[in-house]
């Protein structure tokens, strides 16, 4: 049992560029999260979903857009990648209260 | 927005001694969760205590939740240098029990 993975690891980008993290889970949860954190700011929520085709906005959508075609993967992509974007993300999912966390993505943006 | 806010931001005590870290609220919560992340790595459930439970226990953690005053603490007792970590409490979001707003942490380090 892998739990949450996350990839990559760690990843660069300029200004205006474009990538997609990837989110898997092998616990067959319904529920799956990218979250960003930030240093000062705790975990804020940027999208969720609550089951395999459905996806809705967290508490910092903008810039941001997400998928959930298959229930074990949860897409973030990043359209026109910004400085403020530079952050860690998490994916987490939960079958309901409790969440599971990945180990993160590192993201730099130049 | 946040809900849950932790006090201290930081706390440094020795191998052995006791960690009390705090956790205040703004609304009606049915249920409050701990989590810890060590530096670098996502973060790992540690509990989870109902509205109508005073206090719950976990090996080495016990956590109080009153929700009159709406606050949580999390006591780790005979802390070891592998508890320095940050430490946060999640409440749910806009009522949704699936949906989960997080404190900015408390950063414990037990030094050895």
């Known amino acids: 049992n892998a739990g949450v993975t996350q990839t990559p690891k760690f990843r660069v980008l300029k200004t205006g560029q474009s990538m997609t993290l990837l989110c898997a889970q092998d616990?067959?949860?319904?529920?799956m999260y990218w979250y960003r954190q930030d240093p000062g700011m705790g975990l804020r929520l940027i999208h969720y979903?609550?089951?395999?085709?459905?996806?809705a906005k967290g508490e910092v959508p903008d810039g941001y857009n997400v998928s959930r075609l298959k229930k074990q993967n949860f897409l973030l992509g990043l359209e026109s990648a910004a400085p403020s974007q530079t952050s860690v993300y998490f994916c987490?999912?939960?079958?309901?209260?409790?969440?599971?966390f990945g180990p993160g993505t590192r993201l730099l943006v130049l | 927005s946040q809900q849950g806010e932790e006090d201290p931001q930081a706390l440094s005590i020795q191998e052995g001694e006791n960690a009390t870290m705090n956790c205040s609220y703004k609304?009606?919560?049915?249920?409050l969760q701990w989590y810890r992340q060590n530096s670098g790595r996502g973060l790992v459930h540690l509990i989870l205590?109902?509205?109508?439970?005073r206090e719950k226990h976990s090996g080495r953690l016990r956590v109080t939740l009153d929700t009159s005053k709406k606050s949580s603490s999390l006591l780790i007792t005979a802390s070891r240098a592998a508890d320095t970590a940050s430490y946060f409490c999640?409440?749910?979001?806009?009522?949704?029990?699936?949906?989960?707003?997080f404190g900015k942490g408390t950063l414990l380090t037990v030094n050895p």
């Open positions: 205590i109902r509205s109508n439970e």
């Open positions: 999640a409440t749910p979001a806009g009522g949704s029990n699936y949906k989960l707003t």
């Open positions: 979903s609550v089951g395999e085709g459905t996806t």
């Open positions: 616990m067959n949860h319904e529920y």
């Open positions: 609304t009606s919560i049915n249920n």
């Open positions: 987490a999912s939960s079958l309901g209260e409790t969440q599971y």
